[in-house]
C-alpha cells in the first residue's frame, strides 16, 4: 500500500466516525499528528537551537570581545602543562564553557562556530545526496530495464564500499589533486572535497527508496490514465509520480542529517576533515581527547553537544515518519 | 651535510645528538685511567632479572651501518661497539673510546686521523675483533643503495681516490683511504677535507667492526654480530626481541656498557595511549618496563603536577631539539617581511601550545645554551626573547610600513603531528596580528621533511615552515652549516637548509669557518655566523629549544638520560627484586 493509498484509508475512516465532515489533505493528516507529539516538540526544539545558534553565532563574539581562534595565554599555567587556570577548564564568566588547554581559546565560541561548520558541511551533502538520491531513483524506477540495472549496480557497488575507510582514503588523494593544480592546501578545498565525499556515500541510501517507491507507482492506475491521455515523460515523471514521494523522501532526509553529522564529525576526527584554526566539533573531541583525564570539561562539551544534536535529529525524524506513516507502530 | 633528521622525521622517532655535553677539545695527551673498563658500578645496581622495554615500533634498522635513528642508537650499544662512543655516568656524558683506545691523533690539523685499538677484543663467537674487521664496517656502509638508512658521514668525509663502491658492487676493490698498522693495533683515516671533531663523527655505526665472513648484507639487520654485553637470542621483525648475555665481552675492556639484567626483552606494537597509560599507572609488566619510543605527553600535566609522587621513576631533561620557523627566501623576497615575521611571532603561545616550560625554554638561537662556546645570546626583534617572548605586533606592523608592496599573503607549512597544529595556529594568529593573511597548509607525517625541502617549480612552495633540527654531535659544526649553508642547496632541493639562505656574502664565510680546525675556534666562528644570518637576513624564527619526559617502571633503577643521543638510555638500567 502505497503512503497516498494510506492517507485515502484514514481519510475514509475519519469520514465515517467524525462528523461534519471535512476534507483533509494528507499533509494536514500528517502535521496534526506531529503536533500532538511531544517528542517532536522537544527534538525539534534542540534541533532549532542549534540552527538559530549557528545562524546568530557571530554576535558573540562581540559580546565577549573575543574571536573563537583568538588565543589567550593568560588563562594558561604554564608550569602546569599550559592547562586552564580554574576549575572545570577555566570557566569564567568572560569564557563561559572554559577555555583550550594550551591554546586557550574560548570553547564556547568555538563551540558555537563549530555548530556552523559541522552543521552547515552536514546540511549541504544532504541537500547534494538528496538531488541526486531523488535524481538517480526516478531514473532507475520508472525507465527499468537496462538503465535500471546500471544504476542499481552502481548503488550497490557504492553501498558495499566501507564509505569512512573509502573517504579517509580518498580525501588526501583529491587534495592533493586540487593542491597540485594549484590550490593551497587550505579549508578552502578541504570543506568542498568533505561534501563531494559524504554526499557521494549518502546518495544510494535515498536513491534505493525512491527507486522502490516509484516501481510500484508507475504500474498504478493513475499512472495509466495520464499515460493513456497522451501525458509525455517529463509530466508522468515530475507532476504524477514526484508528488507522492515526497514522505519518503522527508523522512530519509531528516535521518540522513545525523548520519552525515556524525560522518563530518569523524572525518575530521580521523584527520581528514578541516584543519587549523577552523573551529569544527570533531576536531575539538579529537583535540580534547589526550585532555580527557586532566580537563574532562573540553572532551565532555563538544562530545555531549554532538550527541544531543544528533539524538534530536534522530527523534525528530522518526516523529516525521510516524506522522507520514500511521502504521508504523509507536 | 647531514640529512639525518629527514630521516628521523619521516619515521617519527626521536632526537639524537648530545646535550647537556659540552664539546671539549678532544684530548691529544696521555690516555686517561676512565678510558679502560670496566664502567663504574651504578649505586644499588641489582645483577639478574628481565628488563623490559615496550615499544610503539620496531626498530627502523639495528644493523650498524643503517642505523640513524636516535633511541636505537642509544639501544644498540647493548650489542654494537663502536670506533668511539658516548658514556654517561651520573648524568655527564662525556666522548671515549670504545673499540678504540684512545680518541685518535692528528699530525695534520685533522686530515689524517690514528686511533690506536683495544688489544682482545672478541665477538661473540669468541673469534678477534680485527682492525680490518673495522675497516670493513667502514666500507659495506659505502654500499648504501643496498644497505640504506643510515649516516653518510663516513662518504662524505674520506677521501675515495680509487672511486670504491661498497663490497657488494665492488668486490675486489678497496677504500685506501682507510689503513691498518702492521701490527694491527692502530688505525688510519685519510680525510677528504680537515674534520676537526672527527672522532664524534667515528660514534656512529658505519665505524663499527662487522667480520667480513658473517656479513650477510641485507639480512645482518636482522642478526648482527655482537661485540658487547649482550648477543640477540630472537628477534621477530615487528613483533619482539630477546637479548641474553655474551659471555665473550670482557667488562675490563669496556669504559661505558654495564650488563646488570640476565635477560632484554623488547616488545614492540603498542598504541602511544595505551602505552603511556601502562607506563604512567604502573602496572603488571610495566612496573619493570620503559619505552624508547613513547614519552609522556598526554599524562604529561598529571605527571607534571605531582611530580613528587614520580620522582623516581620521572625523566624530564633537555633534547637536543631546536624547533624554530624557516622563511623561505625564495618567496619571500623582501627582508623587511622577514623581519616583521620574527617580530610577529609570539613565542608564548607557541610554548603554552607546545606544553608550557615543560616542553621547553625559549631560544634566540637554534644553538642550545649548552654549547657554550657556540652559543650567542642576541636579541631578535630588538628584544630578549627569554625576558619578553610576546610578539612584537607594532614593530611587525611598523616593518611592513616599509613595503607597502611587498608579499603579505603567507602559507604556512606544518606536520600533523602531536602539538604541530596548535603550535601553527597560535603562529598564525601573530601573523595575523601583524597584518600578515595566512593560509595553513596541513603535511602529512610521512615525507614531510622532503616535501618541505623541495624547491621544484611544479609544487606550491610554503612561505613559512614549521620545523626542527636535532645535532648529530654536540657542536655548531653539527647544526649551523647543514641548516644555514647556502652551497648545500641543489636547484630543486634545498636539503635541510629549509629557509633557502643563498646569501652570497655568507659563502665566503663559510668557506673560511671550513678552514677552521681548532675545535673551540670553529664553534665561535659558527656562533658568530649564525648570530648574522638570524639577526641580518632574518630567515630562520627560533622559537625554543625542546625538552623530553619519560616514564619507566617502579621496579627499574639506573635508568638515565643519555646526553650523547638525547633520549633516555636503559645501558646502565637494573631490575629491583
Given amino acids: 500500500m502505497s503512503i497516498y493509498e494510506k492517507a485515502s484509508v484514514i481519510r475514509a475512516l475519519k469520514l465515517i466516525e467524525a462528523a461534519p465532515i471535512t476534507g483533509r489533505s494528507p499533509a494536514a493528516i500528517a502535521w496534526s499528528h506531529l503536533k500532538s507529539d511531544r517528542t517532536a516538540w522537544v527534538s525539534s526544539f534542540f534541533v532549532f537551537i542549534f540552527l538559530f545558534i549557528g545562524v546568530i553565532a557571530p554576535i558573540f563574539p562581540r559580546i565577549l570581545h573575543t574571536t573563537p581562534d583568538a588565543f589567550h595565554p593568560e588563562t594558561l599555567d604554564a608550569d602546569r602543562g599550559a592547562m586552564p587556570i580554574g576549575s572545570f577548564g577555566g570557566i569564567s564568566t568572560q569564557h563561559w564553557f572554559g577555555v583550550e588547554p594550551r591554546t586557550g581559546r574560548d570553547i564556547f565560541l568555538r563551540f558555537v562556530f563549530g555548530a556552523r561548520t559541522s552543521l552547515s558541511i552536514a546540511l549541504i551533502a544532504t541537500v547534494i545526496a538528496t538531488v541526486i538520491g531523488v535524481s538517480i531513483g526516478l531514473m532507475s524506477g520508472f525507465f527499468g530495464g537496462k538503465v535500471d540495472q546500471v544504476l542499481s549496480r552502481l548503488m550497490e557497488i557504492i553501498l558495499a564500499f566501507p564509505s569512512i575507510l573509502f573517504a579517509l582514503a580518498i580525501t588526501p588523494v583529491l587534495e592533493s589533486v586540487l593542491t597540485r593544480a594549484g590550490l593551497p592546501d587550505g579549508n578552502g578545498v578541504r570543506i568542498p572535497v568533505m561534501i563531494f565525499v559524504i554526499s557521494t556515500f549518502g546518495w544510494p541510501y535515498i536513491a534505493r527508496i525512491v527507486r522502490g517507491q516509484v516501481i510500484s507507482l508507475r504500474e498504478r492506475e493513475f499512472i495509466e490514465a495520464a499515460r493513456a491521455l497522451g501525458a509525455s515523460r517529463w509530466h508522468l515523471v515530475f507532476r504524477e509520480i514526484l508528488p507522492n514521494l515526497w514522505a519518503p523522501i522527508l523522512v ?38 589526550p585532555f580527557y583525564r586532566v580537563d574532562p570539561m573540553y572532551t565532555f562539551i563538544p562530545g555531549f553537544a554532538l550527541f544531543i544534536l544528533v539524538l534530536a535529529f534522530n527523534l525528530l525524524g522518526d516523529s516525521v515518519r510516524d506522522a507520514l506513516d500511521p502504521k508504523s507502530s509507536r | 651535510m647531514s640529512l639525518r ?186 680525510l677528504a677535507y680537515a674534520v676537526p671533531y672527527f672522532a664524534y663523527v667515528t660514534t656512529f655505526g658505519s665505524f663499527s667492526p662487522v667480520p667480513k665472513a658473517k656479513d650477510t648484507k641485507q639480512n645482518y639487520d636482522l642478526r648482527p654480530v ?12 615487528g613483533k619482539n626481541m630477546t637479548l641474553i648475555r655474551n659471555k665473550n665481552w670482557d667488562p675490563k675492556s669496556d669504559p661505558l656498557r654495564w650488563n646488570y639484567p640476565d635477560k632484554i626483552v623488547v616488545k614492540f606494537g603498542y598504541e602511544q595511549n595505551a602505552l603511556e597509560n601502562m607506563l604512567f599507572s604502573d602496572s603488571g609488566e610495566a612496573k619493570r618496563a620503559m619505552s624508547l619510543d613513547t614519552q609522556m605527553v598526554t599524562n604529561l600535566a598529571e605527571a607534571m603536577t605531582y611530580s613528587p609522587i614520580f620522582k623516581d621513576r620521572l625523566y624530564a631533561f633537555d633534547s637536543p631539539y631546536a624547533r624554530y620557523l624557516a622563511i623561505n627566501m625564495d618567496t619571500v623576497k623582501d627582508v623587511n617581511v622577514r623581519k616583521a615575521i620574527q617580530c610577529a611571532v609570539n613565542l608564548e603561545t607557541v610554548l603554552l601550545a607546545a606544553g608550557g616550560t615543560y616542553a621547553g625554554a625559549y631560544s634566540n638561537s637554534l644553538i642550545p645554551t649548552s654549547l657554550k662556546n657556540a652559543y650567542r645570546n642576541f636579541n631578535v626583534c630588538g628584544r630578549d626573547v627569554h625576558k619578553s617572548p610576546e610578539g612584537q605586533t607594532d614593530a611587525a606592523k611598523a616593518l611592513l610600513a616599509k613595503s607597502p608592496n611587498a608579499k603579505k599573503d603567507l602559507i604556512l607549512a606544518y606536520r600533523d603531528k602531536g602539538t604541530e597544529p596548535a603550535r601553527a595556529a597560535a603562529v598564525q594568529q601573530a601573523l595575523l596580528a601583524a597584518g600578515f593573511k595566512v593560509t595553513m597548509m596541513k603535511l602529512d607525517r610521512a615525507g614531510y621533511y622532503t616535501r618541505i625541502g623541495q624547491r621544484d617549480v611544479g609544487v606550491v612552495q610554503p612561505d613559512v615552515i614549521q620545523t626542527s633540527w636535532g645535532f648529530d654531535w654536540a657542536a655548531a659544526s653539527g647544526i649551523v652549516p647543514a641548516l644555514l649553508d647556502g652551497r648545500t642547496m641543489s636547484p630543486t632541493d634545498s636539503h635541510s637548509n629549509y629557509s633557502r639562505q643563498n646569501e652570497p656574502s655568507m659563502q665566503s664565510l663559510f668557506e673560511k669557518a671550513d678552514m677552521i680546525t681548532d675545535a673551540l675556534k670553529s664553534d665561535k666562528a659558527l656562533g658568530d655566523l649564525e648570530q648574522k644570518i638570524i639577526v641580518d637576513f632574518a630567515g630562520i624564527v627560533p ?34 627484586k
Fill in chain 2, 226 to 237: 655482537s661485540s658487547g654485553p649482550y648477543k640477540i637470542e630472537s628477534y621477530n621483525r
Fill in chain 2, 543 to 576: 622559537m625554543y629549544i625542546e625538552a623530553s619526559t619519560f616514564m619507566t617502571g617502579s621496579k627499574l633503577g639506573g635508568v638515565q638520560a643519555d646526553g650523547g643521543y638525547g633520549t633516555l638510555s636503559p645501558l646502565a638500567a637494573f631490575v629491583r
Fill in chain 2, 5 to 190: 633528521n629527514k630521516f628521523l622525521a619521516s619515521v617519527g622517532a626521536l632526537a639524537l645528538g648530545a646535550t647537556a655535553m659540552s664539546m671539549a677539545p678532544i684530548a691529544q695527551a696521555a690516555t686517561p685511567a676512565s678510558w679502560s673498563g670496566p664502567a663504574p658500578a651504578v649505586k644499588g645496581a641489582v645483577t639478574g632479572g628481565t628488563l623490559t622495554i615496550l615499544n610503539q615500533g620496531d626498530f627502523e634498522h639495528i644493523d650498524p651501518a643503517r642505523n640513524y635513528v636516535g633511541g636505537t642508537l642509544d639501544f644498540y650499544r647493548f650489542f654494537i661497539r663502536t670506533l668511539t662512543q658516548y658514556r654517561t655516568i651520573n648524568g655527564k656524558t662525556e666522548l671515549v673510546p670504545d673499540v678504540a683506545a684512545d680518541l685518535g691523533t692528528t699530525k695534520d690539523n685533522g686530515k689524517t686521523w690514528t686511533f690506536k685499538l683495544r688489544a682482545n677484543l672478541k665477538y661473540e663467537d669468541g673469534s678477534k675483533i680485527t682492525c680490518q674487521d673495522l675497516k670493513y664496517g667502514t666500507m659495506r656502509s659505502y654500499n648504501d643503495d643496498i644497505l640504506d638508512g643510515g649516516t653518510t658521514y663516513a662518504k662524505d668525509f674520506l677521501q675515495n681516490e680509487t672511486g670504491f663502491k661498497g663490497p657488494y658492487t665492488d668486490p675486489t676493490g678497496d677504500l685506501t683511504s682507510i689503513t691498518c698498522s702492521p701490527k694491527g693495533d692502530a688505525i688510519t683515516y685519510k
Fill in chain 1, 252 to 289: 530519509t532526509v531528516a535521518l540522513n542529517i545525523p548520519t552525515f553529522i556524525t560522518t563530518e564529525a569523524a572525518l575530521t576526527f580521523l584527520g581528514a576533515g578541516v584543519i587549523e584554526p577552523t573551529s569544527d566539533w570533531g576536531a575539538m573531541l579529537l583535540a580534547s581527547v
